[in-house]
């Protein structure tokens, strides 16, 4: 897949999988007209806590059960989910070798109050391809179509069931908690990020097969 591109979801910090297939290539469309899909990694991300995974959840504006094109979701701020979210990343990746490193970068993110969840997710996108050391540009679909011949991953990078991904081997890398529970493959980038720094774009690309 170098050299080409990949169609992908928005998603909040996006688990490994998602990012392997980032590092191979050197364009992402991301999807901007499908309907909102609950319980996807578009508003979730998967964290490494003390008791095991931890799923963080950016609650959405409610629309009378209409169908909503993901460009339009808008973020709920009626509880104070960023100081929660904030506070179990600390909590859980403080004791990581290179979350130090990252925290400034990140920590903005959950001061700032976005107004829609897609332009929420892409600056944190950029901001993890800049400090990853992926060079991928960004572009965006520009109508929905429920299928394209290659490298659509939208639907298969899901937290729900596990269609096959015959690109993804989930390599093992250092974890904080893994003496308690071992090894979590497929986590947030977070999780990459925090216990293996600069490291991280070789774990990414070790992960992607032909």
């Not at 993110?109 to 540009?137: P, V």
């Not at 069931?161 to 989930?170: M, R």
């Amino acid at each position: 897949m170098n050299n080409k591109s990949c169609r992908l979801s928005t998603a909040y910090f996006a688990p490994v999988q998602y990012f392997s297939k980032i590092a191979q290539v050197q364009k992402i469309i991301l999807e901007q007209h499908e309907h909102y899909l609950k319980q996807t990694y578009r508003n979730r991300c998967n964290i490494y806590a003390a008791h095991g995974v931890m799923a963080l959840t950016i609650p959405v504006v409610k629309n009378h059960g209409a169908k909503m094109p993901i460009r339009d979701v808008r973020i709920d701020y009626a509880t104070n989910w960023q100081h929660l979210h904030w506070r179990a990343i600390v909590s859980y990746y403080n004791a990581s070798p290179f979350f130090e490193y990252y925290a400034d970068d990140f920590h903005p993110y959950y001061e700032q109050k976005e107004i829609f969840l897609f332009d929420w997710n892409e600056k944190i996108l950029r901001k993890i391809l800049e400090l990853a050391g992926i060079h991928a540009t960004i572009e965006y679909t520009e109508e929905f179509s429920a299928h394209y011949p290659d490298n659509d991953y939208r639907y298969i990078i899901t937290p729900k069931t596990h269609p096959a991904d015959i690109n993804f081997k989930p390599q093992n890398y250092y974890q904080v908690f893994a003496s308690l529970h071992g090894f979590m493959a497929n986590l947030s980038i977070l999780d990459l990020l925090c216990n293996e720094g600069p490291h991280s774009l070789n774990v990414l690309q070790a992960c992607f097969v032909e």
